[in-house]
Protein backbone atom coordinates (compact mmCIF):
# COMPACT_ATOMS: atom_id res chain seq x y z
CA UNK A 1 0.00 0.00 0.00
CA UNK A 2 1.46 3.31 -1.16
CA UNK A 3 2.18 5.48 1.62
CA UNK A 4 0.24 8.76 2.09
CA UNK A 5 3.46 11.03 2.90
CA UNK A 6 4.78 10.25 -0.81
CA UNK A 7 3.24 11.87 -4.28
CA UNK A 8 1.92 9.74 -7.19
CA UNK A 9 4.36 10.84 -9.46
CA UNK A 10 8.07 10.83 -8.78
CA UNK A 11 11.34 11.64 -9.89
CA UNK A 12 13.46 8.76 -9.66
CA UNK A 13 16.16 7.72 -6.81
CA UNK A 14 13.78 9.33 -4.41
CA UNK A 15 12.37 7.22 -2.06
CA UNK A 16 12.16 8.75 1.35
CA UNK A 17 8.68 9.83 2.89
CA UNK A 18 8.15 13.16 2.61
CA UNK A 19 7.69 15.60 6.28
CA UNK A 20 4.85 17.41 7.45
CA UNK A 21 5.96 21.06 7.89
CA UNK A 22 4.72 24.59 8.64
CA UNK A 23 5.18 27.18 6.24
CA UNK A 24 6.99 29.16 9.32
CA UNK A 25 9.55 26.42 9.36
CA UNK A 26 10.85 26.70 5.86
CA UNK A 27 10.45 30.17 5.70
CA UNK A 28 10.00 34.01 6.94
CA UNK A 29 7.11 36.35 6.49
CA UNK A 30 6.46 39.96 6.24
CA UNK A 31 4.13 42.30 5.16
CA UNK A 32 4.51 44.94 2.33
CA UNK A 33 3.74 48.38 2.81
CA UNK A 34 1.77 51.54 1.40
CA UNK A 35 2.92 53.29 -1.94
CA UNK A 36 0.60 55.38 -2.86
CA UNK A 37 2.19 58.59 -2.22
CA UNK A 38 5.08 57.13 -4.43
CA UNK A 39 3.39 56.04 -7.56
CA UNK A 40 4.68 57.38 -10.34
CA UNK A 41 4.12 56.64 -14.05
CA UNK A 42 8.08 56.22 -14.88
CA UNK A 43 9.04 55.39 -11.79
CA UNK A 44 12.41 53.28 -11.07
CA UNK A 45 10.65 50.40 -9.47
CA UNK A 46 7.79 48.15 -9.89
CA UNK A 47 4.83 47.75 -7.33
CA UNK A 48 4.33 44.39 -6.45
CA UNK A 49 0.54 45.06 -6.17
CA UNK A 50 -2.08 42.27 -6.28
CA UNK A 51 -3.23 43.33 -9.99
CA UNK A 52 0.70 42.32 -10.87
CA UNK A 53 0.23 39.03 -9.41
CA UNK A 54 -2.88 38.10 -10.45
CA UNK A 55 -1.45 39.05 -14.02
CA UNK A 56 2.15 37.68 -13.77
CA UNK A 57 3.75 40.73 -13.61
CA UNK A 58 2.05 42.12 -17.33
CA UNK A 59 -0.39 44.74 -15.42
CA UNK A 60 2.68 47.27 -13.66
CA UNK A 61 2.62 50.70 -11.80
CA UNK A 62 6.22 52.10 -10.36
CA UNK A 63 7.23 54.43 -7.53
CA UNK A 64 10.12 56.45 -7.35
CA UNK A 65 11.44 55.03 -4.09
CA UNK A 66 12.15 51.34 -2.96
CA UNK A 67 10.14 51.21 -0.11
CA UNK A 68 9.81 47.48 0.47
CA UNK A 69 12.35 45.90 -1.10
CA UNK A 70 12.18 42.07 -2.73
CA UNK A 71 15.41 40.10 -3.65
CA UNK A 72 15.70 37.37 -5.90
CA UNK A 73 14.00 34.53 -5.50
CA UNK A 74 11.64 35.31 -2.71
CA UNK A 75 7.97 35.32 -3.03
CA UNK A 76 5.08 37.50 -3.51
CA UNK A 77 1.71 35.94 -2.12
CA UNK A 78 -1.67 38.05 -2.38
CA UNK A 79 -3.15 38.39 0.87
CA UNK A 80 -7.00 40.72 -0.19
CA UNK A 81 -9.14 40.19 -2.88
CA UNK A 82 -13.32 40.06 -3.10
CA UNK A 83 -15.36 37.15 -2.93
CA UNK A 84 -14.48 34.70 -5.29
CA UNK A 85 -11.19 36.92 -6.90
CA UNK A 86 -8.85 35.57 -8.69
CA UNK A 87 -5.67 37.01 -7.25
CA UNK A 88 -6.11 35.25 -3.64
CA UNK A 89 -3.13 33.53 -2.71
CA UNK A 90 -1.59 34.09 -5.89
CA UNK A 91 2.29 33.88 -5.72
CA UNK A 92 4.49 35.59 -7.90
CA UNK A 93 8.28 34.82 -7.94
CA UNK A 94 10.89 37.11 -7.72
CA UNK A 95 13.28 37.42 -10.23
CA UNK A 96 15.72 40.27 -9.96
CA UNK A 97 17.05 42.31 -7.22
CA UNK A 98 16.73 46.10 -6.67
CA UNK A 99 13.55 45.97 -9.02
CA UNK A 100 10.46 45.26 -7.00
CA UNK A 101 8.82 47.12 -4.19
CA UNK A 102 6.49 44.77 -1.41
CA UNK A 103 2.91 46.79 -1.76
CA UNK A 104 0.48 46.49 1.49
CA UNK A 105 -1.96 43.69 1.40
CA UNK A 106 0.93 41.37 -0.33
CA UNK A 107 3.32 39.28 1.60
CA UNK A 108 6.76 38.50 1.20
CA UNK A 109 7.91 34.96 1.32
CA UNK A 110 11.67 33.79 2.12
CA UNK A 111 12.52 30.52 1.45
CA UNK A 112 15.11 29.20 4.19
CA UNK A 113 18.48 27.64 2.98
CA UNK A 114 17.07 24.20 2.83
CA UNK A 115 13.78 25.07 0.98
CA UNK A 116 14.08 25.61 -2.78
CA UNK A 117 11.86 28.80 -4.24
CA UNK A 118 10.36 27.40 -7.10
CA UNK A 119 9.44 24.53 -5.15
CA UNK A 120 7.70 26.71 -2.48
CA UNK A 121 6.42 28.86 -5.10
CA UNK A 122 4.31 26.42 -6.54
CA UNK A 123 2.95 24.45 -3.71
CA UNK A 124 1.92 27.94 -2.47
CA UNK A 125 0.25 29.30 -5.39
CA UNK A 126 -3.74 29.07 -4.54
CA UNK A 127 -3.35 26.18 -2.10
CA UNK A 128 -6.73 24.57 -1.58
CA UNK A 129 -5.81 25.70 2.39
CA UNK A 130 -5.76 29.59 1.20
CA UNK A 131 -8.44 29.14 -0.55
CA UNK A 132 -11.44 27.80 1.57
CA UNK A 133 -10.66 31.36 3.82
CA UNK A 134 -12.92 32.85 0.75
CA UNK A 135 -16.69 32.04 1.54
CA UNK A 136 -18.19 33.82 -1.48
CA UNK A 137 -19.39 36.77 0.30
CA UNK A 138 -16.83 38.89 2.08
CA UNK A 139 -13.52 40.34 0.99
CA UNK A 140 -11.10 37.90 2.11
CA UNK A 141 -8.16 39.32 4.28
CA UNK A 142 -5.43 36.53 5.29
CA UNK A 143 -3.44 37.26 8.46
CA UNK A 144 -0.44 36.18 9.14
CA UNK A 145 -0.97 33.59 11.45
CA UNK A 146 -3.19 32.11 8.81
CA UNK A 147 -0.18 31.59 6.43
CA UNK A 148 2.90 30.69 9.00
CA UNK A 149 0.61 28.07 10.05
CA UNK A 150 -0.11 26.42 6.77
CA UNK A 151 1.04 22.79 6.49
CA UNK A 152 2.01 21.02 3.91
CA UNK A 153 4.46 17.46 3.05
CA UNK A 154 8.13 18.56 1.86
CA UNK A 155 10.81 16.43 0.71
CA UNK A 156 14.67 16.59 0.67
CA UNK A 157 16.61 19.65 -0.99
CA UNK A 158 17.40 17.60 -4.07
CA UNK A 159 13.67 16.40 -4.62
CA UNK A 160 12.32 19.97 -4.23
CA UNK A 161 15.17 21.19 -6.61
CA UNK A 162 14.00 18.55 -8.86
CA UNK A 163 10.49 19.25 -8.57
CA UNK A 164 10.85 23.19 -9.20
CA UNK A 165 13.28 22.64 -12.20
CA UNK A 166 10.64 20.50 -13.94
CA UNK A 167 7.86 23.38 -12.85
CA UNK A 168 10.06 25.98 -13.86
CA UNK A 169 10.68 24.63 -17.32
CA UNK A 170 6.93 24.16 -17.62
CA UNK A 171 6.08 27.79 -16.87
CA UNK A 172 8.47 29.08 -18.67
CA UNK A 173 7.09 27.48 -21.70
CA UNK A 174 3.83 28.82 -21.01
CA UNK A 175 5.36 32.20 -20.79
CA UNK A 176 6.66 31.23 -24.48
CA UNK A 177 3.26 30.67 -25.78
CA UNK A 178 1.43 33.48 -23.76
CA UNK A 179 4.11 35.57 -25.51
CA UNK A 180 3.32 34.54 -28.64
CA UNK A 181 -0.14 34.60 -28.33
CA UNK A 182 -0.25 37.65 -27.60
CA UNK A 183 1.87 38.88 -30.23
CA UNK A 184 -0.37 37.38 -32.73
CA UNK A 185 -3.60 39.59 -31.14
CA UNK A 186 -1.33 43.05 -31.53
CA UNK A 187 -0.18 41.54 -35.78
CA UNK A 188 -4.44 41.06 -35.97
CA UNK A 189 -5.43 44.37 -33.82
CA UNK A 190 -2.73 46.47 -35.97
CA UNK A 191 -4.17 44.80 -39.62
CA UNK A 192 -7.59 46.09 -38.49
CA UNK A 193 -6.69 49.32 -38.64
CA UNK A 194 -4.79 49.48 -41.18
CA UNK A 195 -6.61 47.47 -43.32
CA UNK A 196 -10.17 49.54 -42.75
CA UNK A 197 -10.50 53.46 -43.81
CA UNK A 198 -10.92 55.90 -40.74
CA UNK A 199 -11.39 59.37 -40.02
CA UNK A 200 -13.34 60.26 -43.15
CA UNK A 201 -10.82 58.26 -46.06
CA UNK A 202 -11.84 56.71 -48.36
CA UNK A 203 -9.42 53.67 -48.83
CA UNK A 204 -7.44 52.27 -46.15
CA UNK A 205 -3.72 52.28 -45.55
CA UNK A 206 -2.80 48.90 -46.00
CA UNK A 207 -4.55 47.15 -49.45
CA UNK A 208 -4.17 43.74 -51.03
CA UNK A 209 -2.85 44.46 -54.96
CA UNK A 210 -4.95 45.31 -57.78
CA UNK A 211 -7.44 47.38 -55.75
CA UNK A 212 -7.54 50.80 -56.19
CA UNK A 213 -11.10 52.13 -55.80
CA UNK A 214 -12.48 53.73 -53.39
CA UNK A 215 -14.95 52.93 -50.64
CA UNK A 216 -18.29 53.36 -50.85
CA UNK A 217 -20.38 54.22 -47.41
CA UNK A 218 -23.37 52.64 -47.45
CA UNK A 219 -26.02 52.30 -44.83
CA UNK A 220 -26.15 48.68 -43.43
CA UNK A 221 -29.51 48.38 -44.19
CA UNK A 222 -28.74 48.58 -48.14
CA UNK A 223 -26.15 45.64 -47.55
CA UNK A 224 -28.58 43.54 -45.44
CA UNK A 225 -31.83 42.53 -44.50
CA UNK A 226 -33.57 40.88 -41.14
CA UNK A 227 -33.36 37.11 -39.78
CA UNK A 228 -35.94 36.67 -37.26
CA UNK A 229 -38.32 34.13 -35.51
CA UNK A 230 -37.78 30.27 -36.04
CA UNK A 231 -39.54 27.24 -37.32
CA UNK A 232 -40.62 25.52 -34.15
CA UNK A 233 -37.55 23.15 -34.00
CA UNK A 234 -36.39 23.45 -30.01
CA UNK A 235 -33.73 21.34 -30.35
CA UNK A 236 -31.32 23.11 -31.91
CA UNK A 237 -28.08 24.18 -30.15
CA UNK A 238 -28.76 27.36 -27.57
CA UNK A 239 -26.34 30.30 -27.83
CA UNK A 240 -24.81 33.21 -26.23
CA UNK A 241 -22.40 35.68 -27.18
CA UNK A 242 -19.59 36.70 -25.54
CA UNK A 243 -17.57 39.94 -26.17
CA UNK A 244 -14.24 38.17 -25.58
CA UNK A 245 -15.30 34.77 -27.23
CA UNK A 246 -17.82 35.68 -29.94
CA UNK A 247 -21.06 32.37 -30.13
CA UNK A 248 -20.83 30.14 -26.98
CA UNK A 249 -23.08 27.48 -25.96
CA UNK A 250 -25.18 28.23 -23.22
CA UNK A 251 -24.80 24.80 -21.13
CA UNK A 252 -20.83 25.41 -21.95
CA UNK A 253 -21.37 29.00 -20.81
CA UNK A 254 -23.51 28.75 -17.64
CA UNK A 255 -23.10 24.87 -17.12
CA UNK A 256 -27.20 24.51 -18.37
CA UNK A 257 -29.86 26.37 -21.00
CA UNK A 258 -30.90 29.44 -19.23
CA UNK A 259 -33.48 30.40 -22.43
CA UNK A 260 -36.32 28.62 -20.55
CA UNK A 261 -39.92 29.82 -21.14
CA UNK A 262 -38.20 32.47 -23.56
CA UNK A 263 -36.85 29.72 -26.06
CA UNK A 264 -40.47 29.87 -28.09
CA UNK A 265 -39.12 33.07 -29.05
CA UNK A 266 -35.50 32.41 -29.65
CA UNK A 267 -34.31 33.62 -33.27
CA UNK A 268 -33.48 30.69 -35.81
CA UNK A 269 -29.91 31.27 -36.76
CA UNK A 270 -28.13 29.70 -39.81
CA UNK A 271 -24.05 29.03 -40.49
CA UNK A 272 -23.03 32.60 -41.97
CA UNK A 273 -25.95 35.27 -40.62
CA UNK A 274 -24.96 37.46 -38.17
CA UNK A 275 -26.26 38.84 -34.90
CA UNK A 276 -25.65 42.17 -32.95
CA UNK A 277 -25.38 41.61 -28.86
CA UNK A 278 -26.23 45.58 -27.83
CA UNK A 279 -25.16 44.77 -24.45
CA UNK A 280 -22.51 46.82 -23.02
CA UNK A 281 -19.27 45.38 -21.45
CA UNK A 282 -15.95 46.33 -20.91
CA UNK A 283 -14.12 45.13 -23.99
CA UNK A 284 -17.35 46.54 -26.20
CA UNK A 285 -18.63 49.38 -24.82
CA UNK A 286 -21.41 49.73 -27.64
CA UNK A 287 -21.66 46.01 -28.22
CA UNK A 288 -20.77 43.55 -30.71
CA UNK A 289 -21.39 41.79 -33.53
CA UNK A 290 -20.56 37.72 -34.68
CA UNK A 291 -21.40 36.16 -37.67
CA UNK A 292 -22.21 32.20 -37.08
CA UNK A 293 -19.31 30.23 -38.15
CA UNK A 294 -19.49 26.90 -35.96
CA UNK A 295 -23.10 25.92 -36.48
CA UNK A 296 -25.12 24.82 -39.59
CA UNK A 297 -28.03 26.26 -37.47
CA UNK A 298 -29.03 27.39 -33.89
CA UNK A 299 -31.04 29.34 -31.83
CA UNK A 300 -30.25 32.86 -30.22
CA UNK A 301 -31.91 35.57 -28.31
CA UNK A 302 -34.41 37.44 -29.65
CA UNK A 303 -33.03 40.53 -28.16
CA UNK A 304 -29.80 40.46 -30.55
CA UNK A 305 -30.49 42.30 -33.80
CA UNK A 306 -30.14 39.18 -36.09
CA UNK A 307 -29.57 39.96 -40.04
CA UNK A 308 -27.81 38.75 -42.99
CA UNK A 309 -25.65 39.69 -45.56
CA UNK A 310 -27.24 40.01 -49.41
CA UNK A 311 -25.76 39.29 -52.29
CA UNK A 312 -21.95 40.45 -53.09
CA UNK A 313 -21.44 41.52 -49.53
CA UNK A 314 -19.39 39.28 -46.85
CA UNK A 315 -20.70 38.24 -43.74
CA UNK A 316 -17.16 37.78 -42.46
CA UNK A 317 -16.45 41.57 -43.54
CA UNK A 318 -19.48 42.82 -41.48
CA UNK A 319 -17.76 40.99 -38.57
CA UNK A 320 -14.23 42.72 -38.86
CA UNK A 321 -15.71 45.78 -39.50
CA UNK A 322 -17.10 46.00 -36.56
CA UNK A 323 -14.54 44.26 -34.80
CA UNK A 324 -12.27 47.30 -35.43
CA UNK A 325 -14.98 49.80 -33.43
CA UNK A 326 -15.07 52.05 -36.30
CA UNK A 327 -19.37 51.83 -36.13
CA UNK A 328 -19.01 52.70 -32.10
CA UNK A 329 -19.33 56.97 -33.24
CA UNK A 330 -22.54 56.49 -34.99
CA UNK A 331 -23.87 53.67 -32.38
CA UNK A 332 -22.68 56.09 -29.27
CA UNK A 333 -25.12 59.35 -30.72
CA UNK A 334 -28.13 56.22 -30.92
CA UNK A 335 -27.75 55.68 -27.09
CA UNK A 336 -30.29 57.74 -25.47
CA UNK A 337 -30.00 56.78 -21.88
CA UNK A 338 -27.07 54.56 -21.26
CA UNK A 339 -27.51 50.74 -20.42
CA UNK A 340 -31.18 49.04 -19.54
CA UNK A 341 -31.54 46.95 -16.30
CA UNK A 342 -30.92 43.94 -18.15
CA UNK A 343 -27.43 45.86 -19.64
CA UNK A 344 -28.85 46.44 -22.97
CA UNK A 345 -28.05 49.32 -24.64
CA UNK A 346 -31.16 51.40 -26.24
CA UNK A 347 -30.51 50.77 -29.80
CA UNK A 348 -33.51 49.70 -32.05
CA UNK A 349 -33.15 47.65 -34.73
CA UNK A 350 -34.05 49.98 -37.27
CA UNK A 351 -31.72 52.72 -35.32
CA UNK A 352 -28.81 50.41 -35.87
CA UNK A 353 -29.58 49.52 -39.60
CA UNK A 354 -29.53 53.21 -40.63
CA UNK A 355 -25.78 53.37 -39.52
CA UNK A 356 -23.21 54.46 -42.23
CA UNK A 357 -20.04 51.86 -43.48
CA UNK A 358 -17.21 51.90 -46.01
CA UNK A 359 -17.15 48.59 -47.97
CA UNK A 360 -15.29 47.92 -51.04
CA UNK A 361 -15.31 45.62 -54.11
CA UNK A 362 -16.57 42.21 -53.01
CA UNK A 363 -14.23 40.49 -53.74
CA UNK A 364 -11.92 42.76 -51.86
CA UNK A 365 -14.37 42.14 -48.87
CA UNK A 366 -14.10 37.76 -49.82
CA UNK A 367 -9.97 38.58 -49.46
CA UNK A 368 -9.73 40.42 -46.32
CA UNK A 369 -12.34 37.88 -44.59
CA UNK A 370 -10.24 35.28 -45.89
CA UNK A 371 -7.31 36.97 -44.25
CA UNK A 372 -8.76 37.63 -40.76
CA UNK A 373 -10.50 34.36 -40.34
CA UNK A 374 -6.79 32.48 -41.13
CA UNK A 375 -5.34 34.88 -38.38
CA UNK A 376 -8.22 34.14 -35.84
CA UNK A 377 -7.54 30.11 -36.48
CA UNK A 378 -3.93 30.76 -36.04
CA UNK A 379 -4.70 32.60 -33.07
CA UNK A 380 -6.93 29.58 -31.38
CA UNK A 381 -4.48 26.80 -32.35
CA UNK A 382 -1.97 28.72 -30.19
CA UNK A 383 -5.26 29.53 -27.45
CA UNK A 384 -5.80 25.61 -26.88
CA UNK A 385 -1.98 24.50 -27.06
CA UNK A 386 -2.00 27.20 -24.00
CA UNK A 387 -4.87 25.97 -22.30
CA UNK A 388 -3.26 22.26 -22.80
CA UNK A 389 0.00 23.34 -20.88
CA UNK A 390 -1.97 24.69 -18.21
CA UNK A 391 -4.21 21.65 -17.74
CA UNK A 392 -0.86 19.81 -17.96
CA UNK A 393 0.47 21.60 -15.65
CA UNK A 394 -2.81 21.11 -13.15
CA UNK A 395 -2.27 17.48 -13.56
CA UNK A 396 1.22 17.30 -12.58
CA UNK A 397 0.54 19.52 -9.43
CA UNK A 398 -1.72 17.04 -8.46
CA UNK A 399 0.31 13.78 -8.85
CA UNK A 400 3.70 15.49 -7.98
CA UNK A 401 2.83 16.75 -4.78
CA UNK A 402 1.82 15.48 -1.65
Known amino acids: MMSKNIPQLRFEGFTYDWEQRKLIEVADYRNGKAHEKDISEYGDYIVVNSKFVSTNGLVKKYSDEMIAPLSKNEIAFVLSDVPNGRAIARTFLINEDNKYSLNQRIAGITPHADTNSYFLHSLMNRNHYFLRFDDGVSQTNLSKKEVEKWVEFYPSYEEQQKIG ?32 PKNGAKVPELRFAGFADDWELRKLKDVTERVRSNDGRMDLPTLTMSASSGWLDQKDRFSGDISGKEKKNYTLLKKGELSYNHGNSKLAKYGVVFSLTNYEEALVPRVYHSFKALENTSADFIEYMFSTKLPDRELGKLVSSGARMDGLLNINYDDFMNIHISIPNYEEQILMSAFFRKLDETIALHQRKLDLLKEQIKGFLQKMFV
Not at 165 to 177: G, M, P, R, V, Y
Open 165 to 196: SFFKQLDETIALHQRKLELLKEQKKGFLQKMF
